[in-house]
């Protein structure tokens, strides 16, 4: 879905802010945390790793603020365009992080950004953070080394982030992780408002389901399968 350069990157950087943070209150929400969730089912049902991720969310407790943002400093992320989000900018000719002064000067087909969007549970004055109280009280698991919000809670954003994304490439992901953990992460969602929602917008949007086919069962023609195991969850 995204470019594997980008993935990559944003991969890297998880794994580098993972390692940085241990010490702190903190959480893999987002794409990346649905990734490590279906992983191993997903990975045993089609021999391939699931759908990676260009953006990386997390959860940080406010307590911990002033830790963490030294820490993404440190790691080379920069203010971006809202308070809660910060970037990175790669140079895919010159094959590294740059500064946005040099930025100005590249075209933008040669830059990749990487964003790093920050929610709390608190109001943050240093960090800038995206405020969902709820999250201070979620269960969070280790999963592979990275501290993972669980399932029920993933899928709780992941519903209401669908209902409200404005650009049709966040929408496309959320469907796909939707549906990924749904199918793939063992647990059950029968009676979830929110789930038969989001299953009655892709069962009646024959694009997300020709998506979800292509990106996650790898054949476009399999959109009447996604269609069928929706179904379930709205009758």
């Avoid at 950087?13 to 279906?38: C, D, H, M, P, T």
């Avoid at 030294?70 to 500064?99: A, N, T, V």
């Avoid at 490439?169 to 959320?174: A, C, F, G, V």
Wanted: glycine letters at 4%.
């Amino acid at each position: 879905m995204y470019d594997p350069i980008e993935t990559s990157i944003s991969y890297e950087y998880l794994i580098n802010l993972n390692e940085s943070v241990k010490q702190l209150r903190f959480a893999v929400i987002g794409g990346w945390a649905v990734f490590l969730q279906v992983k191993s089912e997903y990975q045993r049902a089609f021999g391939k790793e699931y759908l990676k991720s260009r953006d990386i969310d997390v959860f940080i407790d406010s307590r911990d603020e002033k830790d963490f943002l030294k820490i993404i400093k440190e790691l080379g992320f920069k203010e971006s365009s809202y308070d809660f989000r910060y970037e990175l900018i790669y140079d895919r000719e010159e094959k590294k992080i740059i500064s946005s002064e040099k930025a100005k000067s590249k075209h933008i087909f040669d830059l990749a950004y990487i964003f790093l969007d920050v929610f709390s549970n608190k109001r943050t004055k240093d960090v800038g953070s995206w405020v969902l109280p709820g999250l201070a009280k979620v269960k969070i698991i280790n999963i592979e080394g990275f501290p993972v919000l669980d399932v029920s809670s993933l899928l709780d954003l992941k519903t209401n982030s669908f209902f409200e994304r404005e650009k049709l490439d966040k929408e496309l992901k959320d469907a796909c992780d939707i549906y990924a953990l749904l199918s793939y992460s063992k647990t059950k969602f029968r009676g979830n408002l929110l789930v038969k929602k989001a299953a009655e917008k892709i069962i009646s949007r024959p694009d997300l389901q020709e998506y979800i086919a292509e990106q996650v069962l790898g054949d476009i023609l399999k959109a009447s399968l996604v269609v069928g195991m929706l179904r379930r969850f709205v009758e």
